[in-house]
T-cell receptor
């Protein structure tokens, strides 16, 4: 496999459920990101992991919990979500140490909270 | 708050015409600039990047950067219906943080 792979592609969950999103990158990058994309809004950065260490947490509610076991894998654990959390969740990776290194996105998980 | 502004559109151009997409940014210290294409229901796909003032051409795409005016644009020559998508402008600052615009929706009419 190449690039950035996300699973599942679609997820419907109730407000009391617990689920996890998975991301894997095969690009040899050292930084991984979670973004949230809602309609009519810019991409919102949620979490950044650089060399497996979390370096950014943009005031994301605690019902979202990231995990980065190594530089190739990233998870987003979800629990007691709200309907307004319904969005497209995008994982991305980049080579953090190189100026101008672009983000490479996975296909995203379309999340619907009922 | 660092901002990236794009006209949300929709922008409609006839097939074969030049599509011009514009983006302004607030942070003068921004270093790198990217254009992503996003088809409906899909993830953003990198199509161009530019770091220096001036023009950069890649096939039918030309990115233009003017740091003094804090302005970056994307020109698509010989527009095709397959170019119909939302185009996201992204700006990277000196701390390697990315900031995105809301995107411009482009429709190429056959």
């Amino acid at each position: 496999e190449t690039g950035v792979t996300q699973t599942p592609r679609h997820l419907v969950m109730g407000m009391t459920n617990k689920k996890s999103l998975k991301c894997e990158q095969h690009l040899g990058h050292n930084a991984m990101y979670w973004y949230k994309q809602s309609a009519k809004k810019p991409l919102e950065l949620m979490f950044v992991y650089n060399f497996k260490e979390q370096t950014e947490n943009n005031s994301v509610p605690s019902r979202f919990s990231p995990e980065c076991p190594n530089s190739s894998h990233l998870f987003l654990h979800l629990h007691t979500l709200q309907p307004e959390d319904s969005a497209l969740y995008l994982c991305a990776s980049s080579q953090e140490s190189r100026d101008g290194s672009p983000l490479h996105f996975g296909n995203g998980t379309r999340l619907t909270v009922t | 708050q660092k901002e990236v502004e794009q006209n949300s559109g929709p922008l409609s151009v006839p097939e074969g015409a030049i599509a011009s997409l514009n983006c302004t940014y607030s942070d003068r210290g921004s270093q790198s600039f990217f254009w992503y294409r996003q088809y409906s229901g899909k993830s953003p796909e990198l199509i161009m990047f530019i770091y220096s003032n001036g023009d950069k051409e890649d096939g039918r795409f030309t990115a233009q950067l003017n740091k003094a005016s804090q302005y970056v644009s994307l020109l698509i020559r010989d527009s095709q219906p397959s170019d119909s998508a939302t185009y996201l402008c992204a700006v990277q600052d000196t701390g390697n943080q990315f900031y995105f615009g809301t995107g411009t929706s482009l429709t190429v009419i056959p």
